[in-house]
């Protein structure tokens, strides 16, 4: 997955789907606060200060199978 590290893509994934970020400046450097791009943020979404409603925002590129 795109980190934002190895190529200029920064891409994430939520519940199964993929995200690409890359444009978003919450995400500079493939960084979002403790968060690093390029893995799936399911499991540490519970630690996030906000809901499920930010990944409405974002179009799911693909699927995380």
């Given at each position: 997955m795109r980190?934002?590290?190895?190529?200029?893509?920064i891409?994430?994934?939520y519940?199964?789907?993929?995200?690409d970020?890359?444009?978003?400046r919450?995400?500079?450097?493939?960084?979002?606060?403790?968060?690093?791009?390029?893995?799936?943020?399911?499991d540490?979404?519970?630690d996030?200060?906000?809901?499920?409603?930010?990944f409405e925002?974002?179009?799911?590129?693909?699927?995380?199978?």
């Open positions: 980190n934002g590290q190895d190529m200029d893509e891409w994430i994934s519940n199964g789907k993929i995200y970020v890359t444009h978003s919450l995400w500079k450097n493939g960084k979002h606060y403790a968060h690093w791009a390029g893995q799936d943020l399911s540490e979404f519970k996030a200060p906000h809901q499920e409603w930010v925002k974002l179009t799911p590129i693909g699927l995380l199978i």
